[in-house]
C-alpha cells in the first residue's frame, strides 16, 4: 500500500467529504469571526478538493480587523 493509495479520494464518496465539511464548519465561521472577517468565507469549504486551501487563503491574504484594534489599543496604553 502506497500513501497516495489513502489520499485518493476518487474511491472515497463524495458524502464523505460534506461530513467532515459539515464538522469544520462551526470552528471555521467561528475563526474567521474572531478575526473580524465575514463568516461568508467559511462557505469555501464546500468546494471539494480546494476549499481547505481557498478558506486558509482568505485568512492569510486579508487584513483583519480584530487585529487592528487590538494594536491600537496597545499603542494606546504605551502612549
Same mark, same amino acid.
Given at each position: !500500500?502506497?500513501?497516495?493509495?489513502? &489520499?485518493?479520494? +476518487? /474511491?472515497?464518496?463524495?458524502?464523505?467529504?460534506?461530513?467532515?465539511?459539515?464538522?469544520? !464548519?462551526? @470552528?471555521?465561521?467561528? &475563526?474567521?469571526?474572531? =478575526?473580524?472577517?465575514? @463568516?461568508?468565507? =467559511?462557505l469555501l469549504?464546500?468546494? @471539494?478538493?480546494?476549499?481547505? &486551501?481557498?478558506?486558509?487563503?482568505?485568512?492569510?491574504?486579508? #487584513?483583519w480587523p480584530?487585529? $487592528? =484594534?487590538?494594536?491600537?489599543?496597545?499603542? $494606546? #496604553? /504605551? +502612549?
Amino acid at each position: !500500500m502506497e500513501l497516495f493509495d489513502y &489520499i485518493d479520494l +476518487s /474511491k472515497q464518496p463524495i458524502w464523505a467529504y460534506y461530513i467532515a465539511v459539515a464538522l469544520m !464548519m462551526a @470552528p471555521v465561521v467561528r &475563526i474567521f469571526m474572531r =478575526a473580524g472577517l465575514r @463568516p461568508h468565507y =467559511a462557505l469555501l469549504l464546500l468546494v @471539494p478538493l480546494v476549499g481547505f &486551501i481557498l478558506a486558509a487563503c482568505a485568512l492569510a491574504f486579508q #487584513k483583519w480587523p480584530a487585529a $487592528e =484594534a487590538l494594536v491600537l489599543k496597545k499603542r $494606546e #496604553k /504605551k +502612549s
